[in-house]
């Protein structure tokens, strides 16, 4: 059988377990795909052996039946999970070498379940960037590309090699972190679903911390249906994380039954942003048809502090990333500057440092402990943190009025060129995650879909936001946004 | 709020990240911008509203404080730049 690479992670569970296929031949069908996809920058570190050693162990484990879902599926694992004895660098130079003696909870869960880890995905260094291009190894690039044109577009970011290796079916699935919309932008710009759970849903443990109020792992899929099924392995109850939560993890696929009858789905008022492209406009328009199509009551809300929640990201995440970051000092692991003759302590720090981060980390580092130094922490944190508490009050009001999901875009816009922000203030990439942070912010689960392709021919996605702790409604709701939109588009190869 | 040179200059030192001379005066440019675009914060009515602490809302759990992990010296030492005799290696501290 050919083509084993593209099959979903669904269909492939389906055929290993009907004896149709094994588990080594849709590993080597990958890792042969990966081998010609370098021009993508999408894997880092390979790990052929460790593969096909996985692979092997279960298939043994499928023949004797019972299986869990995700035995035998080949993902690719994003830099910033600790893979025990292999490279983890959160795509940055001042973790070169770096080679963790522990296995984060996350990929332990895949592993424990059969999972094949082909290997790590490029990402922006520490999560920190919208289009993979802060990466220590290079861009990741798109396989998509406008229509009649070659430039080399972004995959979005932070998981960027993440979105670009499953659009461009070099593995089933991947997994993804998200701090401000990390899964879902590069998901919806690379036209294959991402979901962000719950805050506390995924445990963080092992996890390279960006900013620990804001980030979770979740899966990057070429389907709803595939979400649920690795998500529900990647989440658990850790007695390492403390703020994991010790809720029972339900049967996500089972939530998709296609029915959404009855469901109030939520237009907000502030997310028609000015000049927001007409393409966008007409596919959120769109979408919000496909699902009161469904059955759906469509209701008009508001969520008032929106326009608040980009500026109160960018001082609680760098205010924590500065903290988090604060362990990279060229003592424990990772890169060391060489020292003159006469450099003490505080030397070594701060030449390790500037040589180890890149501009964009260190720039947010620096303003991290700006907005958290003495005179400034309450005029600059504790002012965020309270516009925190008013975005989820926000989504606690229309929840409570009875809305079950929000329906938004995903972007403002389709995939740009790489290169093409370099010159702009950092500000302007900031807004690629205009609409998808207010979810970080207030915690919730939100999911990417895409819907539909642009006049470039590049995808567009739209986002849906549930309620707290309801994945496997959240999944439904999208699985019928899918099933609606049908889309069925795949990039061109050219790599 | 404006950050000048000198503010750059000492929030790089805060931050342990050596930033040349010649590069602080772009730094602080760069904060500037930034900085301006969380200004929009002021616009908001923040009055007897709770900073957030945790975005969900849980207890931390507790455990029995016993020793639960240790004696992996030679995991925790594997990826240091510097370890000598069991320990980390750094540049002279104490005179």
């Given at each position: 059988m050919s083509?084993?690479?593209?099959?979903?992670?669904?269909?492939?569970?389906?055929?290993?377990?009907?004896?149709?296929?094994?588990?080594?031949?849709?590993?080597?069908?990958?890792?042969?795909?990966?081998?010609?996809?370098?021009?993508?920058?999408?894997?880092?570190?390979?790990?052929?052996?460790?593969?096909?050693?996985?692979?092997?162990?279960?298939?043994?484990r499928?023949?004797?039946?019972?299986?869990?879902?995700?035995?035998?599926?080949?993902?690719?694992?994003?830099?910033?999970?600790?893979?025990?004895g292999?490279?983890?660098?959160?795509?940055?130079?001042?973790?070169?070498?770096?080679?963790?003696?522990?296995?984060?909870?996350?990929?332990?869960?895949?592993?424990?379940?059969?999972?094949?880890?082909?290997?790590?995905?490029?990402?922006?260094?520490?999560?920190?960037?919208?289009?993979?291009?802060t990466?220590t190894?290079?861009?990741?690039?798109?396989?998509?590309?406008?229509?009649?044109?070659?430039?080399?577009?972004?995959?979005?970011?932070?998981s960027?090699?993440?979105?670009?290796?499953?659009?461009?079916?070099?593995?089933?699935?991947?997994?993804?972190?998200?701090?401000?919309?990390?899964?879902?932008?590069?998901?919806?710009?690379?036209?294959?679903?991402?979901?962000?759970?719950?805050?506390?849903?995924?445990?963080?443990w092992?996890?390279?911390?960006?900013?620990?109020?804001?980030?979770?792992?979740?899966?990057?899929?070429k389907?709803?249906?595939?979400?649920?099924?690795?998500?529900?392995?990647?989440?658990?109850?850790d007695?390492?994380?403390?703020?994991?939560v010790?809720?029972?993890?339900?049967?996500?696929?089972?939530?998709?039954?296609?029915?959404?009858?009855?469901?109030?789905?939520?237009?907000p008022?502030?997310?028609?942003?000015?000049?927001?492209?007409?393409?966008i406009?007409?596919?959120?328009?769109?979408?919000?048809?496909?699902?009161?199509?469904?059955?759906?009551?469509?209701?008009?809300?508001?969520?008032?502090?929106?326009?608040?929640?980009?500026?109160?990201y960018?001082?609680?995440?760098?205010?924590?990333?500065?903290?988090?970051?604060?362990?990279?000092?060229?003592?424990?692991?990772?890169?060391?500057?060489?020292?003159?003759?006469?450099?003490?302590?505080?030397?070594?720090?701060?030449?390790?440092?500037?040589?180890?981060?890149?501009?964009?980390?260190?720039?947010?580092?620096?303003?991290?402990?700006?907005?958290?130094?003495?005179?400034?922490?309450?005029?600059?944190?504790?002012?965020a943190?309270r516009?925190?508490?008013?975005?989820?009050?926000?989504?606690e009001d229309?929840?409570?009025?009875?809305?079950?999901?929000i329906?938004t875009?995903?972007?403002?816009?389709?995939?740009?060129?790489l290169?093409?922000?370099k010159?702009?203030?950092?500000?302007?990439?900031?807004?690629?995650?205009?609409?998808?942070?207010?979810?970080?912010l207030?915690?919730?689960?939100?999911?990417?879909?895409?819907?539909?392709?642009?006049a470039?021919g590049l995808p567009?996605?739209?986002?849906?936001?549930?309620?707290?702790?309801?994945?496997?409604?959240?999944?439904n709701?999208?699985?019928?946004l899918?099933?609606?939109?049908?889309?069925a588009?795949?990039?061109?190869?050219?790599? | 709020?404006?950050?000048?040179k000198?503010?750059?200059?000492?929030?790089?030192?805060?931050?342990?990240?050596?930033?040349?001379?010649?590069?602080?005066?772009?730094?602080?440019?760069?904060?500037?911008?930034?900085?301006?675009?969380?200004e929009?914060?002021?616009?908001?009515?923040?009055?007897?509203?709770?900073?957030?602490?945790?975005?969900?809302?849980?207890?931390?759990?507790?455990?029995?404080?016993?020793?639960?992990?240790g004696?992996?010296?030679?995991?925790?030492?594997?990826?240091?730049p510097?370890?000598?005799?069991?320990?980390?290696?750094?540049?002279?501290?104490?005179e």
């Amino acid at each position: 059988m050919s083509d084993l690479n593209k099959l979903t992670l669904a269909d492939a569970r389906d055929k290993m377990r009907a004896g149709e296929v094994t588990s080594v031949e849709l590993t080597e069908a990958c890792l042969s795909e990966i081998e010609g996809a370098s021009a993508l920058g999408a894997f880092v570190h390979n790990t052929p052996e460790i593969a096909l050693e996985q692979a092997k162990a279960a298939d043994v484990r499928i023949q004797a039946g019972n299986a869990p879902d995700m035995c035998g599926i080949p993902l690719g694992i994003k830099d910033l999970f600790c893979t025990k004895g292999v490279a983890s660098q959160a795509a940055s130079a001042i973790l070169e070498g770096f080679k963790p003696e522990y296995e984060s909870t996350v990929t332990q869960n895949l592993w424990d379940a059969g999972s094949v880890m082909l290997g790590k995905l490029n990402m922006d260094e520490f999560a920190m960037g919208s289009s993979n291009e802060t990466s220590t190894y290079g861009n990741a690039v798109n396989p998509w590309r406008r229509t009649g044109d070659d430039t080399a577009l972004t995959p979005g970011g932070s998981s960027g090699g993440s979105a670009s290796a499953v659009a461009a079916d070099l593995c089933l699935a991947a997994t993804g972190t998200d701090t401000g919309g990390s899964i879902r932008q590069p998901a919806a710009f690379t036209g294959i679903t991402g979901i962000k759970p719950t805050y506390g849903r995924v445990s963080r443990w092992g996890v390279v911390a960006f900013a620990s109020s804001l980030d979770q792992a979740g899966p990057m899929t070429k389907t709803v249906r595939d979400s649920a099924i690795m998500l529900e392995t990647m989440c658990s109850h850790d007695a390492k994380d403390s703020t994991s939560v010790d809720f029972a993890v339900p049967n996500f696929e089972a939530a998709l039954t296609g029915d959404i009858r009855g469901k109030k789905i939520g237009i907000p008022k502030e997310y028609h942003m000015d000049g927001m492209p007409a393409e966008i406009e007409k596919l959120w328009a769109d979408g919000t048809a496909m699902l009161k199509d469904a059955g759906a009551e469509i209701v008009d809300i508001s969520l008032p502090h929106t326009k608040y929640a980009l500026p109160a990201y960018y001082v609680i995440a760098p205010a924590e990333a500065s903290s988090n970051l604060a362990r990279y000092d060229g003592v424990r692991y990772g890169h060391r500057a060489s020292l003159g003759k006469g450099d003490g302590i505080t030397e070594m720090y701060e030449k390790t440092r500037a040589e180890g981060f890149g501009p964009e980390v260190q720039r947010r580092v620096m303003i991290g402990t700006y907005v958290l130094s003495a005179g400034f922490y309450d005029a600059y944190y504790n002012r965020a943190r309270r516009v925190r508490t008013l975005i989820k009050k926000d989504f606690e009001d229309v929840f409570a009025a009875g809305v079950d999901a929000i329906l938004t875009p995903a972007t403002p816009s389709s995939a740009f060129g790489l290169g093409e922000m370099k010159d702009a203030d950092p500000v302007k990439m900031y807004l690629n995650d205009v609409f998808t942070v207010t979810v970080n912010l207030a915690g919730l689960p939100g999911i990417t879909v895409p819907t539909g392709l642009d006049a470039q021919g590049l995808p567009l996605g739209l986002q849906l936001i549930g309620r707290p702790w309801e994945e496997g409604d959240l999944l439904n709701s999208a699985y019928v946004l899918e099933q609606a939109a049908g889309f069925a588009s795949k990039p061109a190869k050219w790599w | 709020m404006s950050i000048d040179k000198d503010t750059a200059a000492r929030v790089a030192k805060l931050a342990r990240i050596r930033v040349e001379e010649d590069a602080l005066p772009a730094l602080a440019e760069e904060f500037n911008a930034i900085l301006g675009f969380i200004e929009e914060l002021n616009e908001v009515d923040v009055d007897g509203v709770e900073p957030m602490t945790s975005v969900t809302p849980m207890r931390l759990k507790r455990r029995v404080d016993e020793i639960t992990d240790g004696d992996q010296q030679d995991k925790v030492l594997k990826n240091a730049p510097d370890a000598r005799e069991g320990f980390f290696a750094v540049p002279k501290v104490v005179e």
